[in-house]
């Protein structure tokens, strides 16, 4: 492995850690005060949980992108076009990840909420397809990230329908 790749294996988790970051940092304790009067779910984790498995899945979202970006695709079009596919969305599940935290504590608008994480589940389920097209390693680095937005898309949907 070059020294790019590695360089790129190492700064885009890093980056995207980052970015995750910058989403979760404009929030208030107004807006925890707010999710905590909700009435959650019973598969509802500890607070705690979620920080911890959003950095993992940071890694994992990042080491996604890295691999996207390491895969030499330039000897076969088709792979090239799905790189360049993948790439778009890859930036589109990062901003709509970003803007269901702002429409859900941001604006404390559960049905937002609900219909943006319900456009990422959708989007990262065409992500994995395109993103397995061009590094298998890719695509199933982002399995564990689906499976996370859909349990969220689950306590989402409690908190529309019992608040």
Sequence with gaps: MDKKSIITLIAAPLVCILI?????????????????????????????????AWGFL???IGLSLAFLLITNTNSDPIIQKYKTISLILFATQFIINILWTYMFFGLKNPLLGV?????????VIISIFFFYKVSKSSGTLFLPYLAWILFASNLNIYILIFN
């Design 20 to 52: 995750g970051f910058f989403a979760t940092s404009t929030l208030t304790n107004n807006n925890y005060e707010w999710y905590n009067s909700l009435k959650l779910s019973p598969l509802n984790p500890p607070n705690f949980v979620f920080g911890i």
């Design 115 to 123: 219909i943006v994480i319900l456009i990422l589940d959708i989007v």
């Design 58 to 60: 940071y890694i994992l």
